[in-house]
């Protein structure tokens, strides 16, 4: 995930720098994120992958909740990533869909720091990163 990711910035463009931090597991995100904060990080990407029992998804909910807790608290974006492996039916399309989401997620980070006036535009629109997007809302008019 992390190679995709770099590589996808890479195609976006310059004016940066990354820096990685590599945790142990899914909650030690949050704490990873603030470290790269603290070591003057204007976005982080946090990446993950979450397994199949219930137990992962606990673990899943928990670290989206502290890396919800740390952006409110710095005040700055943190991308996360999270890749269910209930989300594909074998390790093919599994391996697709890190590679897919990440670097859709990679494209939002760049353009949240050099090019907002996409995400702008795209606001509504229905993105979904890795599989297909679901499309704006429709409202019939009778």
Do not use: S
Request: glycine fraction near 12%; include cysteine.
């Amino acid at each position: 995930m992390a190679a995709a990711a770099g590589d996808e910035l890479r195609k976006q463009g310059g004016g940066y720098e990354v820096v990685r931090y590599t945790v142990p597991g899914i909650k030690d995100l949050a704490a990873g994120a603030r470290i790269l904060f603290d070591r003057g990080c204007d976005l982080v990407i946090a990446l993950g992958m979450v397994g199949r029992q219930t137990v992962d998804k606990d673990c899943a909910l928990a670290a989206d909740i502290g890396l919800q807790a740390v952006q409110a608290a710095v005040g700055k974006h943190i991308i996360g990533v999270m890749v269910h492996e209930e989300e594909a039916p074998d390790d093919v399309k599994l391996a697709w869909l890190f590679d897919r989401r990440t670097r859709e997620h990679a494209v939002n980070a760049y353009d949240l720091l050099f090019r907002p006036e996409a995400i702008r535009a795209r606001a509504g629109t229905g993105q979904r990163e890795g599989y297909a997007d679901a499309g704006p809302v429709r409202v019939e008019r009778t």
